[in-house]
């Protein structure tokens, strides 16, 4: 029974296991024609893209053509309302701009440059006619807003007077608000113009207006100098110009910082610096530097003209003027870092500011050595000097001159400095007895200044020994050498403040040094006692053998009233002087007068009658001898 049951299990499963085998080979039957199946659909496939690409390819052209289509029927929308733009924006561009309201006249232009560029894509006659439309409201449109901009610039441009400010920072141009405004208008004109090939002179237009603005400000310095050589004469001026200032006392000397040209040159510096900012803010960069040029030209070219005029007159004007040109000759080097940084990009301007200035070196050169050759060769047939004994004119001006001189110490020193040492003396000798020693330091300017002021004093001094040999009196002659020389030794006694702890600056006597002070001491001795010897003389008769002492008596009477006589018409203003003349001729005379008494105790009445004076009478006649 056991083996039964096996025998039939058996039996189902190779029943199974055959209806698997034959299920399995279902089934690879199956996917072979599955795999046959696909294969001809890929096949299929294939074709059908090779069918279909050609009109794919065709979709994707028709795709472009429409967009193109639609694009060029936009376009062509576009043009249409390019051919209406004339029409529409008339109205707004023959109106003129708002100036509250700017933008919307730009938009409007804008639509005009826009619609110009377009229409000259098209080669059509209507196109043609419209652009001329365009062109026209263009140049309306442009020139109503360059108007805008003059009107702007006048509003600001009527002159000012730049001496009322310390600076340029100080001036005042325009309201901010306007410069941006301005800066916009410049801006938009410039690009514009460029793109739309007007020629709206965005240069010349703010060159113009500022231009007389310049002018304006600066035309009362221009009146000033030519108020200031009012008279003068270039052609005869040259040697009057030396007989004034040897005959005549000048009494209006320069005071520093008053010239008309000087203050011409502060204030044209400081116009052109602020000219100069506000060029910058309003006008585009690639013409800020031509406008600001084509804007100065004019006022420089007047500016230098009245400079010409300025040399001219200093070239042939008194010694005293010397000091002008050395003054405006500072001012000149004080702004020309400023005026090299303004004209740097102009050429011709820069050389014509250092032209100016080179030809004033030159000049004040030619007469530092002027005034030198002057002193030594100082008295000609019409500056002999006067017969009165007084200071003589050129001895004064020449100490109020130096005086003077010496305020301008700091700029002398470096232009002595590149004068070199000496430089006065070239034309002199070497045995020349006006050769002096050379500097101290001939490499230092203040050690060449000296020398030069103590060759001048020596040289002043020469010409005081010169005009005493003009006087035609002995007694005259000693009167004018004393007279002259007090006077300059006390014109360097009273400025040697060296160590006065009052006084920061360095006197005229400082600087010539306490040596030229005793040499001109000891002149005045020689010229004392050369006049205590004609005092002397009158007293010549009363050794005489051959004369009585009536006949003695009447000779000094008559040669003592002479004298006295004389000196009463002598120039003696200097209290100093007058005392020291009255002691001398006091000792010269009185007690060699009393002496004689002495010796001739005569009581006849013809002594008596001859006898004029007492001793005590004497003194009073010479005591009040030189009052006025």
Not at 206 to 230: N, P, V
Not at 269 to 291: C, G, N, W, Y
Request: aromatic share 10%.
């Amino acid at each position: 029974m056991a083996v039964d049951s096996y025998l039939y299990e058996d039996g189902d499963e190779e029943a199974e296991l055959e209806f698997l085998r034959e299920s399995l080979e279902q089934m690879d039957n199956l996917t072979d024609k599955t795999t046959q199946l696909l294969k001809v659909f890929d096949i299929r496939l294939k074709n059908l893209g090779r069918i279909i690409a050609p009109i794919y390819k065709s979709t994707q052209k028709l795709t472009r053509l429409y967009d193109n289509i639609e694009a060029t029927m936009g376009a062509l929308d576009d043009i249409l309302l390019f051919f209406n733009v004339a029409k529409d924006e008339a109205d707004t561009i023959h109106a003129g701009p708002d100036e509250s309201e700017l933008l919307p006249y730009l938009d409007s232009i804008n639509r005009l440059k826009d619609a110009s560029d377009a229409l000259k894509q098209l080669d059509l006659e209507s196109a043609a006619q419209s652009r001329k439309e365009i062109h026209e409201l263009l140049r309306i449109g442009l020139g109503n807003l360059s108007q805008l901009f003059s009107q702007w610039l006048k509003q600001h441009s009527g002159g000012i007077d730049p001496a009322a400010y310390v600076n340029a920072a100080e001036i005042p141009t325009f309201p901010t608000d306007t410069v941006k405004l301005l800066s916009m208008l410049a801006t938009y004109l410039n690009l514009v113009n460029d793109e739309v090939s007007y020629d709206l002179r965005l240069t010349k237009t703010y060159a113009g207006i500022r231009t007389r603005h310049l002018q304006k400000s600066l035309a009362q310095f221009s009146e000033m100098c030519g108020s200031y050589m009012h008279g003068f004469d270039p052609s005869t001026r040259s040697n009057h110009a030396e007989v004034r200032f040897c005959t005549i006392r000048n009494e209006n000397w320069y005071e520093p910082s008053t010239s008309p040209f000087a203050q011409y040159t502060i204030n044209i510096v400081k116009l052109f610096q602020a000219e100069r900012d506000l060029v910058r803010h309003i006008m585009p960069t690639v013409i800020s530097d031509e406008t600001f040029f084509a804007t100065i030209e004019r006022p420089f070219e007047a500016y230098l003209g009245t400079g010409e005029k300025i040399m001219a007159f200093f070239f042939s004007s008194p010694m005293y003027e010397v000091l002008h040109a050395l003054d405006v000759y500072g001012y000149l080097l004080e702004t020309d870092s400023v005026l090299a940084s303004l004209l740097a990009p102009n050429q011709s301007q820069s050389a014509s500011m250092a032209k100016m200035a080179g030809r004033l070196q030159a000049h004040l050169s030619k007469s530092f050595v002027a005034l030198i050759g002057l002193l030594r060769h100082p008295f000609k047939e019409d500056t002999m000097p006067k017969q009165t004994g007084g200071v003589n004119e050129l001895v004064s001006n020449t100490l109020t001159f130096l005086s003077y001189l010496i305020g301008y110490k700091d700029l002398l020193v470096n232009l002595f400095l590149s004068m070199g040492d000496g430089h006065w003396n070239q034309s002199a000798s070497q045995d020349s007895p006006h050769v002096s020693h050379p500097a101290s330091d001939p490499s230092d300017g203040l050690s060449i200044f000296q020398h030069y002021l103590r060759d001048v004093i020596d040289a002043l001094s020469y010409t005081i020994d010169q005009g005493g040999k003009h006087m035609k009196r002995p007694t005259l002659q000693f009167v004018f050498l004393i007279n002259n020389h007090s006077y300059l030794a006390r014109a360097l006694r009273d400025t040697m403040y060296a160590g006065d702890d009052e006084s920061q600056s360095l006197g005229l006597g400082d600087l010539v040094g306490r040596s030229a002070l005793m040499r001109i001491e000891s002149q005045i001795e020689r010229s004392r006692k050369g006049y205590i010897a004609t005092w002397k003389a009158l007293m010549s008769s009363f050794p005489a053998a051959t004369l009585g002492p009536p006949e003695k008596l009447g000779m000094f009477n008559q040669g003592f009233d002479e004298m006295v006589r004389a000196q009463r018409a002598y120039d003696i203003f200097d209290a100093d002087v007058r005392a020291m003349l009255v002691s001398d001729a006091t000792d010269a005379v009185v007690p060699d007068y009393e002496m004689f008494l002495r010796q001739n105790p005569d009581k006849s009445p013809e002594f008596a009658r001859a006898m004029k004076y007492t001793p005590r009478d004497l003194q009073r006649r010479i005591k009040g001898m030189l009052d006025d």
